[in-house]
């Protein structure tokens, strides 16, 4: 490579990471860019690769440069590196070395576990990718297409973010593993993502909504606990993909609360004030209510598999090691040692789901979850004032944590949406009730038809409350071309 192309890569690659003079990093991102670009023209969105969308691009990490907006075509885009500034005398907070300078190098004894954490991450950024490469075909609207397409180019940049790390600080193996990266595929049985729910389809754009609430939330707790990490390029990068991550539950939030909403105006418009006469809501074209709620218990209960067994050494190692930390870790009001602390824990004893204190280091991914847990919650409340400003009586709830689990305590056992222990057959039986169906999914497959024409809506979702940086409400925010 000439002197003259590291010149030019810096400039298309934004970054505060001093990549122009960074040999190593620039050589192993000469081999790793065109894979990973043949990777997003592959896996990324279906269609649309040529079509200039109205994108945020982030250049650079103060207030003016990390939200840039503009027309580009998405393998243009400027797939950035960008590490939130560096905190003068920032110290760890938690764990064994609590209180000792922050490592700007891989601590050689925690290698391995340091790689670990970084592959998990990374794995999860370009998965979401490949789950949602065909909702463009059917986008309720140029707004949502662009939104779901904003989403798409972030993860391929928080890809990039965990590829850096990988490059920069873990030599051949960390090499290795950023190929890795682009190799294995969401869903594929030879070669799977790392995580279950990375492994789900996202089929339609209810389920887009749905992931975005609650599965892009479990990777914002996982980035706020890495983003205490004592290794400090890893902190400093979380922290800045937390700023985009924002955006994402945005579109989750948001979008379901649209959805809800446009099913109550339908509803009232035709005089239902019955939220199960659910033919006659879906002949509207109107999703409704019932389903909704089956939409909120598989993704949740697939979600909060996310966060692993309720006891874990791996935790409990992590959190020691100074690599991972609770989420606010600097707020809580402890020794941020957790040496001889407890926490309380759901268990089954006796057939009987109880709490139980437990030694709250190996309990961190219990305490992680149940901190989600309160943000869905809070989530659900804002979405049950839909209902209520419309005067129909149906309230969304969070099922049980032991709802429909695959790992941890109550893999083993069935238990209804409320919580209570059930036979496998009579939880079968149930099953209908509690999980959305194939006739469920064939309905939202009828009703994902696209619409190209700017400001104009489908038939099953209202119209966002405010524009996308400011434009007007028909704004071409996905120019098609003919
Ligand atoms: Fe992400
Ligand atoms: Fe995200």
Redesign the pocket.
């Known amino acids: 490579m000439s002197e003259s192309s590291h010149v030019a890569y810096d400039t298309i690659i934004p970054n505060n990471v001093g990549l122009a003079s960074d040999r190593k990093v620039l050589k192993a991102l000469e081999k790793w860019h065109p894979e990973f670009l043949s990777w997003w023209k592959s896996m990324g969105p279906d269609g649309f690769q040529e079509s200039p969308v109205y994108l945020r691009t982030a250049i650079s990490v103060e207030r003016e440069g990390w939200a840039q907006f503009g027309y580009v075509k998405m393998p243009e885009y400027r797939w950035g590196i960008l590490l939130a500034p560096q905190v003068e005398n920032r110290t760890i907070g938690f764990g064994e070395y609590q209180g000792e300078p922050v490592w700007h190098e891989v601590p050689g004894e925690y290698r391995a576990l340091l790689r670990r954490l970084i592959v998990i991450q990374g794995d999860?950024?370009p998965a979401?990718v490949e789950q949602q490469r065909f909702l463009g075909k059917t986008a309720p609207s140029l707004y949502d297409m662009r939104n779901a397409f904003q989403v798409n180019v972030?993860?391929a940049r928080?890809l990039w973010a965990m590829v850096y790390l990988l490059q920069k600080y873990f030599g051949r193996d960390g090499r290795e593993e950023a190929q890795e990266l682009l190799r294995r595929r969401s869903g594929d049985p030879d070669a799977p993502r790392l995580l279950g729910a990375f492994n789900e389809e996202t089929p339609d754009w209810l389920s887009f909504f749905m992931f975005t609430f609650f599965t892009?939330r479990d990777?914002k707790m996982q980035l706020e606990s890495l983003a205490q990490s004592g290794f400090d390029p890893l902190s400093r990068t979380t922290r800045f993909?937390l700023t985009?991550?924002a955006h994402?539950m945005y579109v989750g939030q948001s979008g379901i609360a649209r959805v809800l909403q446009n099913t109550c105006q339908i509803m009232a418009k035709n005089q239902i004030d019955d939220p199960f006469r659910i033919d006659e809501i879906r002949e509207l074209g109107a999703i409704d209510l019932p389903l909704i709620q089956r939409k909120v218990n598989f993704h949740f209960s697939v979600s909060l598999d996310l966060f692993g067994s309720e006891i874990s050494t791996n935790a409990a190692n992590f959190f020691d090691a100074g690599l991972k930390g609770r989420y606010k870790e600097l707020d809580i009001d402890d020794d941020h040692r957790l040496v001889d602390a407890l926490y309380p824990v759901l268990k089954v004893i006796d057939g009987r789901i109880q709490s139980i204190d437990s030694p709250a280091l190996p309990a961190l991914n219990t305490r992680l979850r149940d901190d989600y847990v309160r943000e869905c919650a809070r989530g659900i409340e804002r979405w049950n004032l839909v209902m209520a400003k419309a005067g129909i009586e149906f309230k969304l709830k969070l099922p049980h944590i032991a709802f429909n689990r695959a790992i941890g305590e109550f893999s083993s056992v069935e238990a209804s949406p409320e919580g209570h222990l059930m036979q496998q057959k009579e939880w079968q039986q149930q099953r209908d009730h509690y999980l959305p169906t194939t006739d469920d999914a064939d309905f939202l497959q009828s009703l994902m038809q696209p619409l190209h024409q700017p400001g104009q809506y489908a038939s099953w979702i209202a119209p966002p409350a405010r524009s996308i940086d400011n434009q007007p409400d028909d704004f071409e925010y996905v120019r098609i071309p003919g």
């Open positions: 999860t950024e979401s972030e993860e928080h892009d990777g993909m985009e991550e994402h």
